[in-house]
């Protein structure tokens, strides 16, 4: 876990460290042949954010049950088998310093690795209660069929679809934890919905930023496949570029693009920061917001 990241976690360490137990023992499988690969794929460099926000939300919520840690878990091992899912259709060679599971082995094995862990995600989910079942399975039917429309919503300068898009790829599974955790004790109305809405605005600057971090990094493969990202939808309408001409313009500078796009990520950081406003001080309020500061700063 990136230091910084684990100072400002310090007021949930107990649980983040029985968490990592937790999370090591769902794993152990001596059946799996890939099983050491895919430990260090789910322990090396990772940043736990979104069992940090579960734990921090279940703080600022007063919760203290037992399932909190499963709701945790849920949401990292589903989100962590759909990266493995994503390199496939990415063709990414590494992730967290590590070579990609299609690129050491196969997309075959990659394919199995990812749906082992949404196997083991399901033996938690039956652990837990119909409602947060139900609430699980469509947020992962939602983040699915955000990345089935991202493959075939292309071709647009619809810079409100690519919101859309952004937080249907990544939003589901942060505000997933924090809507189960909410079936836990009866909340005050108004807390929730500031709860979801500083989620939700946190998830689409968050994607927002992975974005912009791909293309200042000379990454295009998105774009190359036609899902373009706020900076390529910046250019195309400030430059009146049809889309599918993109690769004649692979060479240009989208410095001043990328900086455009950094202010979106400005806008949607403070939209989630203000909604923290009516929440108690606490210091759980303040990790959360030194969190969201550090994680999305430019």
Same mark, same amino acid.
């Given at each position: 876990?990136?230091?910084?990241?684990?100072?400002?976690?310090?007021?949930?360490?107990?649980?983040?460290?029985?968490?990592?137990?937790?999370?090591?023992?769902?794993?152990?499988?001596?059946?799996?042949?890939?099983?050491?690969?895919?430990?260090?794929?789910?322990?090396?460099?990772?940043?736990?954010?979104?069992?940090?926000?579960?734990?921090?939300?279940?703080?600022?919520?007063?919760?203290?049950?037992?399932?909190?840690?499963?709701?945790?878990?849920?949401?990292?091992?589903?989100? !962590?088998?759909?990266?493995?899912?994503?390199?496939?259709?990415?063709?990414?060679?590494?992730?967290?310093?590590?070579?990609?599971?299609?690129?050491?082995?196969?997309?075959?094995?990659?394919?199995?690795?990812?749906?082992?862990?949404?196997?083991?995600?399901?033996?938690?989910?039956?652990?837990?209660?119909?409602?947060?079942?139900?609430?699980?399975?469509?947020?992962?039917? !939602?983040?699915?069929?955000?990345?089935?429309? &991202?493959?075939?919503?292309?071709?647009?300068?619809?810079?409100?679809?690519?919101?859309?898009?952004?937080?249907?790829?990544?939003?589901?599974?942060?505000?997933?934890?924090? /809507?189960?955790?909410?079936?836990?004790?009866? &909340?005050?109305?108004?807390?929730? /919905?500031?709860?979801?809405?500083?989620?939700?605005?946190?998830?689409?600057?968050? &994607?927002?930023?992975?974005?912009?971090?791909?293309?200042?990094?000379?990454?295009?493969?998105?774009?190359? &496949?036609?899902?373009?990202?706020?900076?390529?939808?910046?250019?195309?309408?400030?430059?009146?570029?049809?889309?599918?001409?993109?690769?004649?313009?692979?060479?240009?500078?989208?410095?001043?693009?990328?900086?455009?796009?950094?202010?979106?990520?400005?806008?949607?950081?403070?939209?989630?920061?203000?909604?923290?406003?009516?929440?108690?001080?606490?210091?759980?309020?303040?990790?959360?917001? /030194?969190?969201?500061?550090?994680?999305?700063?430019?």
């Amino acid at each position: 876990m990136d230091e910084r990241i684990k100072k400002i976690a310090l007021p949930i360490e107990k649980n983040l460290k029985v968490f990592e137990e937790k999370l090591n023992d769902c794993l152990i499988d001596n059946s799996n042949p890939f099983n050491n690969h895919l430990k260090d794929f789910m322990f090396q460099n990772a940043k736990r954010l979104r069992a940090i926000f579960v734990f921090l939300f279940a703080k600022i919520l007063n919760l203290k049950d037992e399932i909190i840690f499963d709701i945790a878990l849920l949401s990292e091992i589903i989100h !962590n088998a759909s990266l493995i899912h994503d390199d496939i259709i990415d063709d990414s060679t590494k992730r967290r310093n590590l070579e990609t599971f299609n690129s050491k082995y196969s997309s075959k094995i990659a394919v199995l690795e990812g749906d082992l862990l949404l196997a083991i995600a399901l033996e938690i989910l039956s652990k837990t209660s119909l409602e947060i079942i139900k609430i699980y399975s469509k947020r992962i039917k !939602n983040t699915i069929l955000g990345e089935i429309n &991202q493959n075939i919503l292309n071709n647009t300068n619809d810079i409100n679809l690519y919101i859309e898009k952004s937080f249907n790829k990544t939003g589901n599974l942060f505000v997933v934890g924090l /809507e189960a955790l909410f079936t836990l004790k009866e &909340q005050n109305e108004p807390i929730k /919905e500031n709860l979801l809405e500083f989620m939700k605005n946190y998830s689409i600057a968050f &994607q927002i930023k992975n974005d912009v971090s791909d293309i200042k990094s000379k990454n295009f493969y998105d774009a190359k &496949q036609k899902n373009y990202t706020l900076p390529f939808l910046l250019f195309f309408i400030e430059k009146k570029i049809n889309p599918l001409d993109f690769e004649k313009y692979l060479s240009s500078d989208f410095n001043e693009y990328i900086l455009k796009s950094e202010k979106y990520i400005e806008k949607y950081k403070n939209k989630a920061l203000y909604h923290l406003n009516e929440i108690e001080n606490s210091i759980y309020k303040k990790s959360l917001i /030194e969190l969201t500061n550090y994680t999305l700063r430019s």
